[in-house]
């Protein structure tokens, strides 16, 4: 099977928070992969998770991120 990625992805295990509704509303999760161009996350469940929002690290650097991919509890996102 070939990875037809644009950007390697680097195997991580950072934590970060899922920032929405202007900063209001937030979900922790973990990032398990990260590229310049998206991240694998891992969260409790994606219930709730919009399909828009700010993905912001613990030692706080923020992407805005938009979900490509949804499981029963990681979310895939691209950067925007």
């Known amino acids: 099977m070939n990875d037809t990625r644009s950007a390697q992805r680097h195997r991580t295990l950072k ?3 899922i920032g929405f509704n202007d900063g209001r509303s937030a979900f ?3 990032v ?3 590229s310049d161009t998206g991240a694998r996350l891992r969260v409790t469940s994606v219930i709730g998770v919009p399909d ?3 993905l ?3 030692d ?6 938009e979900i490509a991919w949804r499981k ?3 979310i895939g ?3 925007t």
Do not use: I, K, S
């Open 28 to 30: 922790d999760c973990q």
């Open 52 to 54: 828009h929002f700010d």
């Open 56 to 58: 912001v690290f613990d």
């Open 15 to 17: 934590g970060a928070r």
């Open 72 to 74: 029963e509890t990681e």
């Open 60 to 65: 706080g650097q923020q992407f805005a991120a």
């Open 77 to 79: 996102v691209q950067f």
């Open 32 to 34: 398990r992969n990260l």
